[in-house]
């Protein structure tokens, strides 16, 4: 199923706006789980099963050892460590998975021309969009880099952890640093940064997937906030 | 009618004397297709950046003379404004990409410059349909070979229908049937009456497209042939120029296609290798990994149950992109844990992690391989115990000596490379591997790469090279191993010049 980028927009928004706020009552929690399992049944339906069932379980476990095994009572190094990591998983895991099917599911020309319905200016749409163009390639970089480290036996800077992150971090951003200016040559050599308005190839329409999505997370996000602030 | 005028062009980069120009006076009829050779640094890539605006538009420095391009005065043209007019191929195929699809790559273009969704529909359709892409359309750009990437670059441009087409080194990455395919992309547009210019190291697949051919040296357009001048160059002379050769001998394309038709040859002191099999595609189970054999075929990127190869010698891996070259050099040094595969040397076995101590793999990018402040710390962050004066042998041996305490990212691409082989002896690792070190190079450096294997070869170390270039094997490898499918196809000796 094909989502308008601006729903998937919508949706960054109103689930980063829940995650914000604590829910307290087993009501609100209830609304939190429903508006996370949205991201999760998208992921399913665009064939990502194994990052679905990842994400699925990481969130599962965090909420059943926090409500089940854990209480403000636990003791002890590895029970406040859990609480720590736990607390963190269950309160913004939602936002991102979220960003996690957006990022992987939106391709940079749906998202250039979301921004021009939505009249972004193209300077900030621009830079939006590189920014999601360059996730791969840290990525990809990256892992070059861990590569040369294991072959040299440096993975653990030799017990420094400064050094550790050190020999991670100077390589990748010379080569981002490098990547990024050849990639900006190569971009205004084909036009971007004129002053004529952008056209774009896809076309836009939102469909009934769109509305049905959007109005559930509206309703959704006013009940949460009216039983949390004003009930 | 010129299309392209530089008129007593002087231009020199702000703090830096490589690549400035000199007095250059050139004249491009429209239709021409010239192109430009000499030695790196020595202001090829600097006359594409004159004519597309990156200079004095992208790369500042100081700047005389004037240059007119389609009628425009470059110096007082904005960037975008050249975008309709003049298109650009760029090297690295890595970083010239906006999109993450296919597709909105090639649409990019004309995006940026207004044009209607239809019209840039119609356009799309026209390049696939000319340059034979609906394969690649839809793909992701990260899943794209090198190869591939280039034809989607080439795209990319001709969507923008712009009447002057500039390549900077486009084969660089490349191997040989992808060179032919950007052979027949340059000269479909030569058809169509379009003027191409083209920076190039790879002379041999050019001969027969271009009309001039220009030599840069130091700056300065030295000489220039016809193209029919140029065709009939003999090898002494286009060795004189330092130039690589223009006409390759049929029996080294045939190797480097990996389609020779030899077999193993015998080989007396050897290292063995046993079970090398590796796949990238998902394993079939879900806790624990499948262990692979011979009989899994298909399923395999490298299917190697037993080779002997040669030891103390430099060994040239060759095949097409994407048939486990990489993959066989990932393996062996051990970089891949599910490869169980065995090194057999000196009687020892080496399983899975001790690879990594025997192996030293130099990478293509080796941007990635060095880490620390100094050319110094870096050898002896090879080294088990830190000895200085070892490090200085080493790296005096390598004409390193004066620049211990650089920062080895202020050193050139070259002096890096061989920073990466300094650590590489510094580790004591008696198998060398090097993942194609020659992309990219002119002629004189790629000579330089290849001595230096030869000497890392006679001092005991066992080097395999990966490789595209039919000049590097000619000028060091002692045998040449072809891998296709996965597999070993045949192991030859090979005559050195």
């Known amino acids: ?231 | 009618m010129s299309i392209v005028e530089l008129e007593n062009v002087n231009f020199q980069y702000k703090g830096s004397k490589d690549g400035s120009l000199n007095n250059i006076n050139l004249n491009i009829e429209k239709g021409q297709t010239v192109l430009l050779c000499g030695a790196s640094g020595s202001g090829k890539t600097s006359i594409i950046r004159l004519i597309n605006g990156l200079i004095p538009h992208y790369y500042s420095g100081e700047l005389e003379g004037n240059i007119t391009v389609a009628g425009h005065d470059v110096r007082k043209t904005e960037l975008h404004e050249l975008a309709g007019t003049v298109g650009t191929v760029f090297q690295n195929p890595r970083s010239q990409f906006f999109s993450v699809d296919t597709d909105g790559e090639i649409a990019f273009g004309p995006e940026n410059i207004g044009l209607e969704p239809k019209e840039i529909k119609a356009r799309l359709n026209d390049v696939v349909a000319e340059m034979d892409l609906d394969d690649l359309l839809g793909r992701s750009i990260f899943d794209l070979s090198g190869g591939q990437k280039q034809r989607i670059a080439c795209a990319s441009v001709a969507a923008l229908l712009p009447d002057i087409i500039l390549l900077d080194e486009p084969s660089s990455n490349l191997d040989f049937d992808s060179i032919e395919l950007l052979r027949g992309t340059i000269l479909e547009w030569k058809r169509q009456g379009k003027t191409i210019i083209i920076s190039e190291h790879r002379l041999w697949y050019l001969k027969d497209a271009v009309d001039r051919v220009i030599y840069m040296e130091n700056g300065v357009m030295a000489k220039e042939w016809t193209g029919e001048e140029f065709k009939g160059l003999n090898e002494e002379e286009v060795k004189s120029y330092k130039l690589r050769p223009i006409v390759l001998e049929e029996e080294l394309i045939r190797d480097i296609r990996g389609e020779s038709t030899s077999s193993f040859c015998d080989v007396e002191s050897n290292i063995e290798l046993k079970d090398f099999f590796f796949s990238y595609k998902t394993r079939p189970y879900l806790l624990f990994k499948k262990k692979f054999k011979e009989s899994d075929g298909e399923l395999l990127n490298l299917n190697i149950p037993y080779l002997k190869i040669p030891k103390g010698k430099v060994i040239g891996l060759v095949g097409p992109n994407g048939t486990g070259k990489s993959t066989f050099l990932r393996c062996l040094c051990g970089l891949e844990g599910d490869c169980k595969g065995a090194i057999v040397s000196d009687g020892k076995i080496y399983k899975a992690r001790q690879r990594l101590k025997i192996c030293y793999l130099v990478m293509q990018d080796v941007n990635h391989q060095l880490f620390t402040d100094s050319v110094k710390s870096e050898v002896m962050l090879s080294m088990k115990d830190e000895d200085e004066k070892r490090c200085d042998e080493i790296l005096e041996s390598l004409g390193l000596l004066e620049y211990k305490d650089t920062h080895p990212m202020a050193l050139s691409g070259g002096q890096k490379q061989r920073v990466a082989i300094a650590s590489a002896i510094a580790s004591g690792a008696e198998i060398l591997l090097f993942d194609e070190p020659t992309s990219g190079l002119d002629y004189s450096h790629m000579e330089k790469v290849g001595e230096l294997l030869n000497e890392l070869a006679s001092t005991g170390a066992s080097v395999i090279v990966s490789t595209h270039d039919p000049e590097l094997i000619s000028e060091c490898c002692d045998y040449v191993l072809g891998i296709k499918h996965g597999k070993a196809v045949y192991l030859k000796e090979n005559k050195k010049l």
């Open chain 1, 1 to 231: 199923m094909k989502l308008d980028p601006r729903t998937k927009l919508f949706m960054v928004f109103v689930v980063s706006l829940i995650v914000m706020m604590s829910a307290t009552t087993p009501f609100l929690w209830a609304i939190r789980l429903s508006i996370t399992l949205i991201p999760i049944i998208l992921m399913i339906l665009e064939k990502k099963y194994s990052s679905a069932l990842k994400f699925l379980l990481a969130y599962a476990s965090a909420l059943v050892l926090m409500f089940y095994f854990l209480s403000e009572q636990s003791e002890g190094l590895i029970a406040s460590l859990l609480i720590g990591y736990c607390g963190i998983v269950v309160q913004f895991m939602p936002a991102i998975i979220t960003a996690w099917y957006v990022v992987r599911t939106t391709k940079i020309g749906e998202f250039m021309s979301c921004m021009q319905k939505m009249h972004v200016p193209d300077g900030i749409a621009v830079s939006l969009a590189v920014v999601m163009r360059f996730f791969p390639t840290i990525k990809e970089e990256y892992s070059s880099i861990n590569d040369a480290m294991r072959m040299r036996g440096v993975m653990l800077g030799g017990g420094n952890v400064l050094r550790m992150f050190e020999f991670r971090m100077i390589p990748l951003l010379f080569s981002c640093v490098n990547i990024g200016e050849e990639l900006s040559a190569a971009a205004i050599t084909r036009g971007l940064g004129g002053d004529v308005k952008r056209s774009s190839v896809i076309e836009l329409k939102l469909g009934i997937a769109d509305y049905l999505i959007m109005t559930f997370l509206a309703v959704a996000t006013v009940i949460f906030v009216v039983f949390k602030y004003f009930l």
